[in-house]
């Protein structure tokens, strides 16, 4: 029970303003948590972390530190939100600062998993970040949120998920007869038929399916490398995807169950950079407000962290009620005037932008 109090006050810290309840769970979570926090600090800092996986294993590889990285993650931007509220916003961000680092461990790991537990885990950030700049907005505090957005570690690009999948496909054939036992001992349907058996123990045949994951996993790369255009990637890859899933030789849909949908992991991406560029956008016009007293009216700037990159058009701007809300339209082109992912939820809507708000 105190565990679920705990994540249901660091949850709603992160989504909407948490009541003094919540605040003192979060307190309570952080004296509690303060020394393997101070270890998760400086665990952070070390770059090139080796997990030693075994990519031969295929679907039976666990990433059991993902789990544990995100827990820590949630409770450092609550903390961080909690050290806002009172009165200390350079704790606040440097706590932020740790949770985008191991965010940026997530993406160093070369698979479709890793990326996307970057992806999301680098949308929470940025979200606790403009949740402590509606607390605090002072100058200072802008500038040093500025510098901590333009220090976010890189997300882990296109070609380097997709080119870590070919690897990793290809070592779980060549170890195919050996993952088909171990699969078998843990109960798994993959490969559970005697036919199935009969043909992974072929070696022309593994040679057939490698020779499919190599094709895809190929012409996946290539199709990453177009460039910043989301609907030219997207659409590339959603093709390869479609072409994967109409492909019914044996050896191409055996290959395919070592195989995922791509297209979702490149709008995964593309929203994660949307978040962040919203983020630096309500920032600048923070310290516009700061210095004239009012917000912007539009984003007028042309500079790259102000396009959205779903529209390659600026972001959209939006003043209600004191409230800034910067956004993006997101994957489905579609103008929701603002209306956030959770707003939509409630009012049973479909739609919804990819929105960063300030007060």
Known sequence: MAVKRVNDAVNKALSEKPSVTELAEIRKAVSTCSVGLDRVRAASKCRGVDWHR??????????????????????????????AT???????LDDLRTASRIAGHCGDDPATIG?????TSDKTVTGAISRVLAIRHDRTTLQAARQ??????????????????LVFQRMCVQNLVELAEQLDRTDSPVFEG???????????????????????????VEASRIGSDW???????????????????????????LMSLWSPVVT????????????????????????????PRAVTSTTEMTIDPFTLKPLRL???????????????LVDDFGRDRREAGLAGLHTHDLVRSFK
């Not at 990326?115 to 992806?119: A, D, I, P, Y």
């Not at 310290?287 to 917000?295: D, K, M, P, S």
């Open 148 to 165: 901590l957005v333009l220090d976010l570690p890189d997300l882990a690009s296109i070609e380097q998920i997709f080119s870590g999948e």
């Open 318 to 332: 939006t003043v209600t009620g004191g409230e800034l809300r910067i956004y993006s339209l997101g994957s489905d």
């Open 86 to 92: 009172e009165g200390h916003p350079d704790i606040a």
């Open 115 to 119: 990326g996307l537990v970057q992806f």
């Open 268 to 295: 995964a991406r593309f929203e994660a950079i949307a978040y962040r560029r919203a983020l630096c956008c309500g920032i600048e016009a923070l310290l516009v407000r700061e210095a004239t007293g009012n917000f």
């Open 54 to 83: 075994r990519w031969e294993l295929g679907p039976n590889l666990l990433f059991p530190e993902y789990p544990s990285m995100k827990r820590a993650l949630k409770l450092l931007c609550a903390k961080a939100i909690l050290e």
């Open 231 to 257: 609907g030219a990637v997207y659409k590339a890859v959603k093709r390869l995807d479609e072409s994967l899933a109409s492909d019914k030789s044996p050896a191409t849909r055996y290959a395919a169950v």
């Open 194 to 220: 005697p036919l199935e058996r009969k043909l992974i123990q072929n070696r022309g045949f593994r040679a057939a399916m490698e020779a499919a994951c190599v094709r895809y996993g190929v012409d996946l």
